[in-house]
């Protein structure tokens, strides 16, 4: 058997298959009355005790301390709003222009309006002024003859505006929930969860959070909390999701309420967004699967995903392209024909985000492919500029490099006056933020946390900027950290997968960072049937045998284009979704990753049957072939210059040499051996 064809490229990827615990499994199912597969889900996400998972599994049991107690300006806080409220003190909201501070800004002006006060806003510009509030809000505010200034998502690194308020007797609450700089700025009252007890519910919260936690309060010591939660909690669960926030603590009880809450909302902006969005026809699980106008009947709750891939998507278009304005008055009207208005607005908002995203994609695409690919083993950082390329957008340009390069990327675009504008995002081994302050003499502006920031440098900057971030990822990083992680967390067998085991995954919900959506391989899948469907989307049917009884799923790979077709038959990692289709209910998966079975069957090959194949890798001639070694079979894979690669099914390590004598021991997960060793079984394969 020979094969020169090009060998297929699967997703860069490294699978961490969390360790089966059958024993504590078991143990925690019997005790908690759930199914040991599920036990195990919880364990996996640190719960060990039964207690851990009652509160986990029902959130409403979560023993909370009063907000008071466990943040220490919130009494402040609330002093400073109601003497405001009844000295009619002009207030003014300074927010963000993400979902997470649109949705705090709609949130806290919603609610104090409704308890009688006289409040405005002000988001400062993504262009032309960046992330935060600055001097020139303060002397506006100053000017309006504003008493009080109220941040929302932002403030706690901004000392210069703060002091600046308070020079021209501005009092000031932040509210915030980004990392703590080493000085405060000088406000009279500060709400961040950072700020608290690492123990407490409430350190988890987005800005969203803190804005709900002092609306609630305020609205408690005024008397005038009935008809105030429903709306608020609204808001807070779209922000919550939006922004990412651990759905662990009070975020998972109070989202799991909220999520029942959405669909029958009072707020016109959340019923027109919904609509806009057809949460209510499709639900973000079956995107892709249904016709429209094909309905689900009465939804008890949305899911998480929904916002996340629908309904949060189109706030954050806004807050990227457009003017944040259009959100505000979204979520703060309480006219149904201006709320379908602005939510339309959204919607063509939106879609010319995504035009852009797929164009600076493409664009990034191949500048990569044309001058960086051959380095990256060697950079350990991709490094990304060009100009016209809008820096609301690349963000999410960037997110998506990492996941198909599985390196740091920096990405940015050329801005008046030769600087250049920038977004980061980092994988677990590497942290962004440390990565700018090794940078900190090249750069103008930068910020962030561990996984993302943002940057700005001058332009003739740019090639020191790059080598100083290769010799930071060449500290921290070694080569077989550059694939994306993929955390895994059961194995089952396709017989294993029905309505039932479904059902039971809802009780995890709802799901998001810190409590991943659960995570499923088999191995050596049958790829049975597959195209290409939408907008580069990958629709298949996949099969498995399970004691003689071969069983068969559908499956969609969003956005895999690139790695069709798939080889007939591949390790599989997924999600499980629900399908609803002519009133037929199915699961289906969303697979998540692939890879070439470690268990190949050319491995089971009878030794009357020589399995052998020349392959092309990297731009060099390979042959490989299956042998006997005694009673075991293992495949070699030759160089040109005539050294042997070897490896046994299953077997981290191998051997590599000119002979068994003087081959040495060598690490097969390290990507220059991984990769050459797919090559091989998938040429084999073919």
């Not at 692939?594 to 399995?611: E, N, W």
Request: charge should be negative; proline fraction near 6%.
């Amino acid at each position: 058997m020979t094969n020169d064809q090009p060998i297929k490229r699967l997703p860069n990827q490294r699978w961490q298959i969390a360790p089966a615990n059958p024993e504590l499994a078991q143990n925690l199912a019997d005790l908690t009355n759930i199914s040991p597969i599920i036990s195990q889900l919880l364990i996996n996400r640190g719960m060990k005790t039964p207690e851990d998972a009652q509160v986990f599994l029902s959130p409403e049991t979560l023993d909370l301390p009063s907000p008071l107690e466990d943040f220490p300006d919130l009494a402040v806080s609330v002093e400073l709003l109601e003497d405001a409220i009844a000295n009619q003190e002009k207030i003014a909201i300074c927010g963000d222009y993400d979902a997470d501070g649109m949705t705090s800004t709609a949130l806290l002006l919603r609610s104090l309006r409704a308890l009688g006060a006289n409040v405005d806003y002000a988001i400062p510009s993504r262009m032309h002024e960046g992330y935060g509030i600055n001097k020139r809000i303060i002397e506006e505010f100053h000017s309006e003859g504003v008493g009080l200034v109220l941040t929302v998502d932002n403030g706690i690194s901004a000392f210069e505006p703060i002091a600046r308020a308070r020079e021209l007797g501005l009092k000031v609450i932040i509210t915030d929930h980004h990392d703590i700089p080493p000085i405060l700025p000088p406000a009279n009252a500060i709400l961040n969860p950072k700020l608290i007890a690492e123990s407490s519910p409430y350190r988890g919260v987005a800005g969203v959070g803190v804005a709900y936690i002092l609306a609630v309060c305020l609205a408690q010591q005024l008397g005038q909390i009935k008809g105030l939660v429903q709306p608020m909690l609204a808001l807070f669960t779209l922000g919550t999701i939006a922004d990412l926030a651990p759905l662990t603590g009070v975020n998972r009880r109070w989202v799991k309420r909220g999520l029942k809450l959405l669909p029958k909302s009072t707020l016109p902006g959340v019923q027109a967004l919904i609509q806009v969005a057809g949460v209510q026809a499709i639900g973000a699980e079956e995107q892709g699967s249904r016709g429209a106008g094909e309905k689900v009947q009465n939804p008890k709750s949305l899911k998480p995903e929904d916002i996340g891939f629908r309904l949060g998507p189109r706030i954050n278009a806004i807050g990227r392209i457009g003017n944040p304005q259009t959100v505000i008055e979204l979520l703060t009207t309480d006219d149904m024909g201006l709320a379908l208005e602005r939510a339309m607005q959204c919607e063509q908002i939106n879609i010319q985000r995504q035009q852009m995203c797929e164009q600076i994609e493409q664009e990034a695409i191949a500048l990569v492919e044309d001058l960086y690919v051959n380095s990256l083993q060697k950079n350990r950082v991709l490094v990304v500029v060009k100009d016209n390329w809008h820096h609301g957008v690349i963000g999410i340009v960037a997110s998506r490099l990492l996941e198909r390069y599985g390196v740091p990327v920096f990405i940015g675009t050329f801005e008046d006056e030769g600087v250049i504008r920038g977004s980061a995002r980092g994988i677990p081994e590497f942290n962004v933020f440390a990565a700018l302050e090794y940078c900190r003499d090249l750069l103008g502006k930068f910020g962030g946390h561990k996984a993302a920031g943002g940057f700005s440098l001058p332009a003739d900057n740019l090639l020191s900027v790059r080598s100083r971030l290769s010799e930071f990822a060449n500290q921290c990083l070694e080569p077989q950290h550059l694939k994306p992680l993929l955390k895994i967390d059961a194995q089952a067998n396709l017989n294993q997968i029905n309505q039932d085991l479904y059902q039971q995954l809802n009780i995890l919900h709802p799901c998001g960072i810190d409590n991943p959506d659960p995570i499923f391989w088999t191995p050596n899948a049958q790829v049975i049937e597959q195209q290409i469907v939408g907008k580069g989307h990958i629709k298949l049917t996949l099969a498995q045998t399970v004691d003689n009884i071969k069983y068969q799923i559908k499956a969609i790979a969003w956005r895999w284009r690139d790695y069709f077709p798939l080889p007939a038959r591949v390790d599989i990692a997924y999600k499980l979704r629900e399908n609803h289709f002519n009133d037929k209910i199915s699961i289906e998966m969303e697979l998540v990753g692939v890879r070439l079975p470690a268990q190949s069957p050319i491995f089971s090959t009878p030794p009357s049957q020589k399995l052998r194949a020349n392959f092309e890798y990297k731009q060099r001639q390979y042959t490989c072939g299956v042998y006997q070694n005694g009673v075991d079979s293992e495949l070699r894979i030759k160089n040109p210059e005539g050294k042997v690669l070897v490896m046994q099914p299953g077997d981290n390590h191998g051997l590599l040499g000119s002979s068994r004598d003087d081959a040495k021991k060598v690490n097969l997960s390290l990507p220059q051996y991984d990769g050459i060793i797919q090559a091989a079984i998938q040429a084999l394969d073919s």
